[in-house]
């Protein structure tokens, strides 16, 4: 398995910025796709998962009603938009399904 993750950057608060990750190597679309994130300094948090099909999304209570999660199954991509972005955000973000293969991650810093 893979993931490539891309679309991270510097932005200033309230900014918005939209990562992609490219999944391959397993099945992507029987499988639920997640966000994950690594603040500085801190553990890997979970932030967000799109079911197969796109039924149901989920988020942690501190990004809900400023980022969405979606996923392109033809191409093996998911998505995460991120708006109203806060220097709480910070962190290096990454995808998965397993939570046991890691992809390089896509840098996300938030400040003035």
């Known amino acids: 398995e893979q993931f490539v993750e891309s679309g991270g950057g510097w932005v200033q608060p309230g900014g918005s910025l939209r990562l992609s990750c490219r999944a391959s190597?397993?099945?992507?679309?029987?499988?639920?796709m997640k966000w994950f994130r690594q603040p500085p300094g801190e553990g890997r948090e979970w932030v967000a998962t799109v079911s197969t099909g796109s039924i149901v999304k989920e988020y942690r209570a501190s990004v809900k009603g400023r980022f969405v999660i979606s996923r392109d199954d033809a191409n093996q991509m998911v998505y995460l938009e991120m708006n109203n972005l806060k220097p709480e955000d910070t962190a290096v973000y990454y995808c998965?399904?397993?939570?046991?293969?890691w992809g390089q991650g896509t840098q996300v810093t938030v400040s003035p």
């Open positions: 998965t399904y397993n939570q046991r293969t």
């Open positions: 190597g397993f099945t992507f679309s029987s499988f639920n």
